[in-house]
């Protein structure tokens, strides 16, 4: 496959002028000017940028990943892929952790080319934050019931959310790194000083930033403060405009470096779905014209795509290089993503064609034209 007169945006800059993308056994194999090629396909210069990678996603298009069944699984991921998401990391609530031990037991068999592995988001949360999680269980930080939630399929877990305050003696977190997970703090109350000393430690990305976390004050400004201001820190963010708003978004992109911002959805089962009611790790939400809230009013997820998400921010005003990056480039970097979030030789071909004004039109992925 060809893909010629391309703009492209690389997972870092856009480059200068027009460029054609060879494809070859699913991967990019080069990249040179543009010229024209009679078996191409001419995108009259769209933007190609690398396929977006979702670090925190629970459901799309009325599958649950916590409660979705065999014949389900193709589905869901293939349901990312066809919205410009080719990297996934589904994620879990709080549960049971029998429950979660199956989850895990059924996915460790998954070989599709969008799973990338599994975002733990509880139970180790703080339950004061607890925001839609089940407060019944959500449990203590603890390397043993980490292990005994895990068993023999720690090797798919990518990453898991800690309330850090909760985390004794950061125990869980340094197994965790020692084992080469992404440790993330959310759900959590902490103090501004007991978040610095956690960031020592090796929590080094939020979990949808602002959101589960405390008020910051002008006398401590809390985590959610200390998170903004530490650039050994990366900041996790809901692109919606319902989870955070505008402003304090453009507050988040002035305090941190474009390296050190992802962005996320949080989707659940209702993305891409009417208005209805729908199912949240086993919890029933209600969707309204795409805000998504449980039965107390408390917003439980989303029901945005990272393609609409993309299109949202730049359309807000928002520095299409920085967007892009925290859809791509920064997120593989920091979960240690080989061979994506970048269009470069030698990278699996996951490529999004976007319009001129960076909306969604169509996905390769690993080198085959999707819808």
Do not use: W
């Not at 993305?271 to 209805?276: F, R, S």
């Amino acid at each position: 496959m060809i893909l010629s007169n391309c703009t492209i945006f690389d997972g870092f800059k856009f480059l200068d002028g027009k460029y054609n993308i060879f494809i070859e056994n699913r991967k990019i194999i080069d990249i040179k000017k543009y010229s024209k090629i009679s078996d191409s396909i001419d995108v009259k210069g769209c933007f190609v940028v690398p396929g977006y990678i979702d670090l925190h996603t629970h459901g799309i298009c009325g599958m649950d990943f916590s409660y979705s069944t065999d014949f389900e699984i193709n589905n869901f991921f293939d349901s990312y892929i066809k919205r410009g998401t080719t990297s996934v990391y589904p994620t879990t609530v709080a549960m049971d952790i029998n429950n979660i031990r199956t989850l895990l037991a059924r996915y460790s068999k998954v070989k599709h080319p969008a799973f990338c592995g599994i975002h733990l988001e509880g139970p180790f949360l703080n339950p004061n934050k607890a925001g839609a999680h089940s407060k019944q269980f959500i449990i203590k930080p603890s390397i043993d019931e980490y292990i005994r939630m895990t068993d023999n399929y720690d090797n798919i877990v990518k990453r898991v959310t800690i309330a850090c305050e909760l985390d004794n003696n950061y125990a869980l977190a340094y197994y965790l790194l020692k084992n080469k997970k992404l440790v993330s703090f959310g759900h959590t109350e902490s103090s501004a000083s007991d978040a610095r000393k956690a960031f020592e430690a090796g929590y080094k990305l939020s979990t949808h930033h602002f959101n589960a976390m405390p008020v910051m004050h002008h006398r401590d400004v809390m985590i959610t403060g200390a998170g903004l201001i530490d650039d050994s820190v990366s900041c996790e963010y809901i692109p919606d405009f319902y989870h955070v708003s505008k402003d304090m978004l453009k507050i988040l992109f002035k305090c941190k470096k474009p390296e050190n911002l992802v962005m996320v959805t949080d989707s659940i089962s209702a993305t891409e779905m009417p208005d209805g009611r729908y199912s949240l790790g086993g919890l029933q939400v209600n969707v309204k014209e795409g805000l998504v809230k449980d039965d107390s009013g408390t917003i439980a997820g989303s029901s945005i795509t990272m393609a609409k998400g993309v299109y949202n921010m730049i359309n807000a005003g928002f520095d299409p290089v920085t967007v892009l990056k925290s859809a791509t480039s920064v997120p593989a970097r920091l979960i240690n993503l080989k061979y994506r979030g970048c269009i470069k030789s030698g990278y699996y071909a996951d490529i999004n064609l976007l319009d001129n004004n960076f909306k969604y039109l169509f996905t390769v992925s690993k080198g085959k034209r999707i819808n």
